[in-house]
Nanobody, 115 residues
Framework: QVQLVESGGGLVQPGGSLRLSCAAS????????MGWYRQAPGKERELVAT???????NVADSVKGRFTISRDYARNTVYLQMNSLKPEDTAVYYC?????????WGQGTQVTVSS
C-alpha cells in the first residue's frame, strides 16, 4: 500500500500563488509516476501535471507556463508551484502515485481562487 499526505491548499486571489506538497510513504517501488490531478465541481477529474521517477513530465496545456511540478526523490515528495492563479483553477487537487499499473490517491486539498 501507498499513503499520500497533501498540504498547501487554501484561498488565494486571482493572480496569486500557492504551493502544494505531497509526501508518499509505504511500499514504494523505484519505477513510479507522481503528480497532481484536480476536480472542479460538476466536472471530471483531470490531469494537472506528473513527473516520473526517470524525470519525464506531463503537464496540462491549461496550466503550462503557470504551474511547475518538482520532486524531492529522496523524500518521495512532490510539489506543485502554482502561479498566476485563475478562478478556473478552483478545484480539489489530488496527489497521485502510480506504480506497477496501480493508482493511489491522496485525500485531496481544496484550492479556491477568488477575489
Amino acid at each position: 500500500q501507498v499513503q499520500l499526505v497533501e498540504s498547501g491548499g487554501g484561498l488565494v486571489q486571482p493572480g496569486g500563488s500557492l504551493r502544494l506538497s505531497c509526501a508518499a510513504s509505504g511500499s514504494l517501488f523505484s519505477g513510479n509516476v507522481m503528480g497532481w490531478y484536480r476536480q472542479a465541481p460538476g466536472k471530471e477529474r483531470e490531469l494537472v501535471a506528473t513527473l516520473s521517477s526517470l524525470g519525464s513530465t506531463n503537464v496540462a496545456d491549461s496550466v503550462k507556463g503557470r504551474f511547475t511540478i518538482s520532486r524531492d526523490y529522496a523524500r518521495n515528495t512532490v510539489y506543485l508551484q502554482m502561479n498566476s492563479l485563475k478562478p478556473e483553477d478552483t478545484a480539489v487537487y489530488y496527489c497521485n502515485w502510480v506504480q506497477s499499473g496501480r493508482f493511489y490517491w491522496g485525500q485531496g486539498t481544496q484550492v479556491t481562487v477568488s477575489s
